[in-house]
T-cell receptor, first 113, second 111 residues
Framework: NAGVTQTPKFRVLKTGQSMTLLCAQD?????MYWYRQDPGMGLRLIHY???????AKGEVPDGYNVSRLKKQNFLLGLESAAPSQTSVYFC????????????FGPGTRLTVT | RKEVEQDPGPFNVPEGATVAFNCTYS??????FFWYRQDCRKEPKLLMS???SGNEDGRFTAQLNRASQYISLLIRDSKLSDSATYLC????????????FGSGTQLTVLP
């Protein structure tokens, strides 16, 4: 099992460009999450999904969109990147709700110039 | 008050030492708590879950004090490989479907 994988691992964008981050899990988990991690701050939840075809906003959703068309994939989109979105993005999945162990992907390091 | 607060450290301790971290939380309704470990430039991984008064796993002990709303992580006989950032995690007060992560406590175990 690959667990949770993320694509790409690194990316540099110019302000105003768009991109999509892909998260895939092969554990048949219902819940999937997108977090961002900035220096000195904890992981902050951007969006999450409780099952195929569902999405919900987390703590910091502005500037991001998500889709979960297939159970194993959770996509995070940046429509018009801003320097404030420079961060490390982690995807995670859990069997059911958040009280189950969350398995994280290796992260995507995004720099917006 | 922040949902989850942790002493950022860094804690620098010699090998073999015992070290403890505290974490305070604001959601008095929380029933479950977690400690995650994050190595430098890596993803977080679950270290321990705490559902009642505490939990012990080898050299690691997590204790919960509901009255004072804090949880602690005790590491005995520290190893070099214990060097990492330890994240305190509690359910979000606004949504049962979300977790709130503390900003982490950095531990370095010195030879």
């Amino acid at each position: 099992n690959a667990g949770v994988t993320q694509t790409p691992k690194f990316r540099v964008l110019k302000t105003g460009q768009s991109m999509t981050l892909l998260c895939a899990q092969d554990m048949n988990h219902e819940y999937m999450y997108w977090y961002r991690q900035d220096p000195g701050m904890g992981l902050r939840l951007i969006h999450y999904s409780v099952g195929e075809g569902t999405t919900a906003k987390g703590e910091v959703p502005d500037g991001y969109n998500v889709s979960r068309l297939k159970k194993q994939n959770f996509l995070l989109g940046l429509e018009s990147a801003a320097p404030s979105q420079t961060s490390v993005y982690f995807c995670a999945s859990s069997y059911r709700g958040p009280v189950n162990e969350q398995y994280f992907g290796p992260g995507t390091r995004l720099t917006v110039t | 008050r922040k949902e989850v607060e942790q002493d950022p450290g860094p804690f620098n301790v010699p090998e073999g030492a015992t070290v403890a971290f505290n974490c305070t939380y604001s959601n008095s309704a929380s029933q479950s708590f977690f400690w995650y470990r994050q190595d430098c430039r890596k993803e977080p991984k679950l270290l321990m879950s705490v559902y009642s008064s505490g939990n012990e796993d080898g050299r690691f002990t997590a204790q919960l004090n509901r009255a004072s709303q804090y949880i602690s992580l005790l590491i005995r006989d520290s190893k070099l490989s214990d060097s990492a950032t330890y994240l305190c995690v509690v359910p979000d007060s606004g949504s049962a479907r979300q977790l709130t992560f503390g900003s982490g406590t950095q531990l370095t175990v010195l030879p």
